[in-house]
């Protein structure tokens, strides 16, 4: 089975500086990976993926997140975060060999101060 | 755009009921699955479901069941409620295979007293 490490459990950020939160991944020859966002009571909505390809990957909101296999991390950044942005952030991967299984990580919850 | 509905956002129930938690996907999608969420712990999968009648057991299934007897619907039950099973609960549905995303409803936050 796979593991999911989410670095920092908090990120607190000033409004309009630049943001990395970080994720790394058991190792696995190939892993399908995801990072969603959860506003406050709300489900999980999807940011963006990385399946194959490009490493860089952009998503919604001026999201981007980088796929680094020899380090087993997927870091999600943002050059300038708004307040609007703050949330949980949840970085995911999927194993091919396990087939229907997401493994999530713990989440990182990012707050934007003005 | 895909829809998860979950029949409640808020549920108070007592210790020793049966719960049932209802989660409805309009996208006709094969695979269902049930997560709870507790602060520091992140999602942790209690069952999932890939057909019709068919369900596979998560990372913490027990004091939990799961029916899916329509494609578009999946349930959680909590056969006695205790009180280390107040959480927030979260369904997701899922096209296809792991490369595909998956979709989330809005979550129920149960308390059992």
């Known amino acids: 089975a796979q593991s999911v490490t989410q670095l920092d459990s908090q990120v607190p950020v000033f409004e309009e500086a630049p943001v990395e939160l970080r994720c790394n991944y058991s190792?696995?020859?190939?892993?399908?990976l995801f990072w969603y966002v959860q506003y406050p009571n709300q489900g999980l909505q999807l940011l963006l993926k990385y399946l194959s390809g490009s490493t860089l990957v952009k998503g919604i909101n001026g999201f981007e997140a980088e796929f680094n296999k020899s380090q087993t991390s997927f870091h999600l950044r943002k050059p300038s975060v708004h307040i609007s942005d703050t949330a949980e952030y949840f970085c995911a991967v999927s194993d091919p060999d396990t087939g229907n299984q997401f493994y999530f990580g713990t989440g990182t919850s990012l707050t934007v101060i003005p | 755009d895909v829809k998860v509905t979950q029949s409640s956002r808020y549920l108070v129930k007592r210790t020793g009921e049966k719960v049932f938690l209802e989660c409805v996907q309009d996208?006709?999608?094969?695979?269902m699955f049930w997560y709870r969420q507790d602060p520091g712990l992140g999602l942790r999968l209690i069952y999932f479901?890939?057909?019709?009648?068919?369900?596979e057991k998560g990372d913490i299934p027990e004091g939990y069941s799961v029916s899916r007897e329509k494609k578009e619907r999946f349930s959680l039950i909590l056969e006695s409620a205790s009180t280390n099973q107040t959480s927030m609960y979260l369904c997701a549905s899922r096209q296809g295979g792991g490369n595909q995303p998956q979709h989330f409803g809005d979550g129920t936050r149960l308390s059992i007293l």
């Open positions: 190792s696995s020859v190939s892993v399908y």
């Open positions: 479901s890939y057909d019709v009648k068919m369900k």
């Open positions: 996208m006709d999608h094969e695979n």
